[in-house]
Every structure is written in C-alpha cells, then in structure tokens.
C-alpha cells in the first residue's frame, strides 16, 4: 500500500509531522511531493531552500523505517494525477480541496480516484492553527508552544471570576494576561435553567475582542425534578479567536429555603443572600458558598472547577474532535 502526501514544509513542525505519521499508519510506503522553490515562494516572504527543505524531511521520513519518495512537484497535482499504484492520498484539513481536486483530474483521465484520509489541523498553544508562517514570525514553535503570553479576557470585572480563571489557566500555560470588561449578558439578572448556559457563552463571545480566549461564567438556578429543588450551578464557556467553544459547569448546591422565596419575590440570589447575611458584595468574596459552607468552600474555589471543567476539550483536544461548536446567535 501506497500513500501520497504533498506539502512545501517550510519549516517541519508539529503539523507536518501529525501528516506524515497518519500517511505511514496506512500504508507500507509513502511518497511525499515537496513543492519546488518556484512554487513554495508564492505568497510566502521567507521560504527556505528545496535542498535544505528536503534535507530536514527526509531526515524525519527516515525515522520510519519504511521505504519513501521525495518528488518534486511544481503545482498541487505533481505526479498524484497519473500513478496508478497510489493508494491514500493523505491530506489536513486546510489542503482537503487540493485531495479533491487530485481526484477529479485522476476520474477525468481514467486512472480512477483515490481513497483519501483526512487529518485534522494540529492547533498551536492559542488554539489557532499551527503554521509555518506563525514559527518563522517567532510567534509559536515547532511543538505549537506559545512564545508570548496568552490573552486572555474575562467577560466580567468581578475579581473572584478573573482570579479563578488566573488560577487555573497558570498551571497550564507559562504565560498569561488576563484582563476583565463588563459585558451584556443577554439574560436577566437571576438566570435559571437554559439562561445560565446562556449567559455564559455570551459573556464569552462579547469579552473576546482581539485576545486568543473569551472566558464567560455564569451562576444561576437549575431546578431538579427529583428532588424538588434548586441547585445554585456555575457553568463556564471558553471561546476561541475562531469562535468555537468548550463549556462546563461546577457542583450545584442547595439555597436555603428562605433564599428562595426571596428570589420567587424578585430578588436576585445575591440581594437574598445579603439580606440574609448583613454582608454586602457576597459574591465578591467569599460567595453564598462560603457563607453556607462556614469557609469549608469559597467562591473562588467553585467557579475555578467551571473554568477547569470548560478547559478539558482543549487539554485532550484529541479526544474531542468534532465537538467543539461556534457558540449559536442569541434566540
């Protein structure tokens, strides 16, 4: 079995490497086309030679231990259109249309089309794509890492949201800038059920602006039809510069039934909760949860399990493929 890959490669990253390793998954020997120097300089501003190119790709083919080809190619289709012993055409996500196009030139001709494996775009460190481009421009590195700090903006000015969000992205990033804005939230100012979730996401959507994530919490009321009450539940949207979106949410807890009436009069939880306590801005503190809990658990500590929750897609994003959704418009 035959697999045919194509590429310029300018620099080999972590992208490439995911290509090459899906093209020997499937077949016994791979041919990869590395563009010429004539066509791997259009619309780019640095290109390195095809010599040295094909010097750093045949050194990571090697390590294999199959048999390869290296073909030079002067357009998308170099030899692909006429070998009758290919089998795969193995292609990411951003040359799908050049598989494509290889395959109507082949029916057209008669050779037949090829099966065609698809490989999914290798993500750098801000959840864009990784790219020559973004290396050359000491934006990320070959592994996709970032080599600035990550920004970040958090769709409320409430402290206790940006520094659950500081604390659990500083465990996983080298670098953060976290920054918080008011937002519209679109949903009333005690969400219950579907408005939770709601809030959330446009919070996320509407704090983004130019930063690689939007972070969007949101508490509020979700009765149980079993056990005939409301949890207070924290749920947390992360959305991306492309608009995609992880959710979670942290553990529900139980209000007091005082709390709830106050609530079904008007008030929202937070009010009740004042009312109740004597102490102003509760939910810029310790919260209701560390009220109720005497200390055992704070605020802080609950919302950054949302945000931890909501992380969990892009920590393992290799698990999740496809489930990742751009946040829909506002109903």
Same mark, same amino acid.
């Given at each position: 079995?035959?697999? !045919?890959?194509? +590429? ?47 010097? @750093?790709?045949?050194?990571?083919? %090697? ?9 030079? &190619? ?20 951003? %040359? ?13 001709? +008669?050779?037949?089309?090829?099966? #065609? ?15 020559? #481009? ?17 920004? @970040?903006?958090? +769709?409320? #000015?409430?402290? $206790? ?18 920054? !918080?804005?008011?937002?519209? #939230? ?22 983004? !602006? ?5 972070? !969007?919490?949101?508490? +509020? ?5 079993? $056990?005939?009450?409301?949890?207070? @539940? ?34 929202? @939880? ?15 503190? =310790? ?5 109720? %809990? ?10 950054? =399990? ?8 892009? &920590? ?16």
């Amino acid at each position: 079995m035959k697999a !045919g890959v194509g +590429g310029t490669f300018n620099v080999l990253h972590a992208g490439h490497k995911a290509l090459i390793s899906r093209a020997f998954a499937v077949a016994d020997e791979v041919i990869v086309g590395l563009a010429s120097d004539k066509m791997a300089s259009k619309g780019r501003k640095t290109v390195n030679s095809y010599d040295e190119r094909r010097r @750093v790709l045949e050194g990571y083919l %090697s390590s294999f231990g199959k048999p390869f080809q290296i073909v030079k &190619i002067e357009d998308i289709f170099g030899n692909a259109v006429t070998m009758k012993d290919l089998d795969f055409l193995v292609a990411s996500e951003r %040359s799908k249309k050049n598989a494509e196009a290889i395959n109507r030139e082949r029916i057209r001709s +008669g050779v037949g089309a090829l099966k #065609t494996d698809i490989v999914p775009t290798v993500l750098a460190m801000d959840f864009r794509p990784l790219s020559s #481009t973004r290396v050359l421009a000491k934006e990320v590195d070959l592994d996709g890492n970032l080599l600035r700090p990550l920004r @970040v903006k958090v +769709g409320s #000015t409430n402290p $206790v949201k940006i520094t659950a969000v500081k604390n659990v992205l500083e465990r996983i990033y080298h670098e953060v800038e976290i920054s !918080g804005a008011e937002v519209e #939230t679109g949903v009333p100012s005690e969400p219950k059920e579907d408005e939770v979730i709601r809030g959330a996401m446009n919070r996320a959507k509407a704090a983004i !602006g130019d930063a690689d994530l939007g972070v !969007g919490i949101e508490a +509020g009321l979700l009765w149980d039809s079993v $056990v005939h009450w409301y949890f207070d @539940v924290q749920y947390c949207a992360i959305v991306d510069s492309s608009g995609k979106a992880t959710i979670g949410h942290g553990p529900g807890f139980w209000y007091p039934p005082h709390v709830i009436e106050e609530v079904d009069k008007g008030l929202t @939880v937070n009010d009740a909760m004042q009312k109740l306590t004597g102490m102003k801005a509760i939910g810029h503190g =310790m919260g209701a949860v560390g009220y109720l %809990s005497k200390g055992l658990v704070d605020r802080t500590s609950l919302t950054e =399990m949302s945000v931890t929750a909501a992380f969990i897609p892009r &920590i393992r994003p290799e698990l999740y493929a496809g489930m990742w959704k751009k946040i829909p418009p506002e109903r």
